[in-house]
């Protein structure tokens, strides 16, 4: 069945540790996007990636970053710099047209220990 | 750029109706509508892309005012099934979702 997987489900980061949340897609898509939700929130983009090996910031990009080496991996880096990370990060992809239904993962949720 | 959504919340009891509003302060081609379970991945309902025909499936349905750059969910005669957290999105490589409306149908 072709999909989105994000994994872990649950990630725990530690004071000054860096964490990296995995988003695998067999979709064939071109686009993929890592979105912040916070409780009773909305979607916030923070990441996105229209092709192979390039990518742009989006709203909240501070504290983050990603990769895309490959056209089914998305990885997105929680750095140490991220002072409030505990959230639902959701990754989603595309086929990349301008105009076009993003297919969402499972999500992580993220928490600070 | 973040499209602005009414109401926050609404409360119906089952056979009831409600419409979500969309709005934007930018110009749009296409609107995206997508429903979200507690604790869930939202799903794709929709979209609606601009000069299209108003969208519907089942007793769900929308519209696009290309010209107000506003978009309106309709759900008729609601099912429990459909409680849960209503987000539009706006158009573009880097879609920005509203804030989200939080439906809960009682029975």
């Known amino acids: 069945d072709g999909g989105i997987t994000q994994s872990p489900k649950y990630l725990f980061r530690k004071e000054g540790q860096n964490v990296t949340l995995s988003c695998e897609q067999n979709l064939n898509h071109d686009a993929m996007y890592w979105y912040r939700q916070d409780p009773g929130q909305g979607l916030r983009l923070i990441y996105y990636s229209q092709i192979v090996n390039d990518f742009q910031k989006g709203d909240i990009a501070e504290g983050y970053s990603v990769s895309r080496e490959k056209k089914e991996s998305f990885p997105l880096t929680v750095t140490s710099a991220q002072k409030n990370p505990t959230a639902f990060y959701l990754c989603?992809?595309?086929?990349?047209?301008?105009?076009?239904?993003?297919?969402f993962g499972p999500g992580t949720r993220l928490l600070v220990l | 750029q973040q499209p602005v959504q009414s109401p926050q919340a609404v409360i119906l009891r089952e056979g009831e109706d409600a419409v979500i509003n969309c709005s934007s302060s930018?110009?749009?081609?296409?609107v995206h509508w997508y429903r979200q379970k507690h604790g869930e991945a939202p799903v794709f309902l929709m979209i609606?892309?601009?000069?299209?025909e108003q969208k519907g499936h089942d007793k769900i349905s929308a519209s696009f005012n290309e010209k107000k750059q506003q978009s309106s969910l309709y759900l008729t005669a609601s099912q429990l099934s459909y409680s849960g957290t209503y987000f539009c999105?706006?158009?573009?490589?880097?879609?920005?979702f509203g804030a989200g409306t939080r439906l809960t149908v009682k029975p």
């Open positions: 989603a992809s595309s086929m990349g047209l301008e105009v076009q239904t993003q297919y």
């Open positions: 609606l892309l601009k000069g299209g």
């Open positions: 999105g706006t158009d573009g490589y880097d879609m920005r």
């Open positions: 930018k110009a749009l081609y296409s």
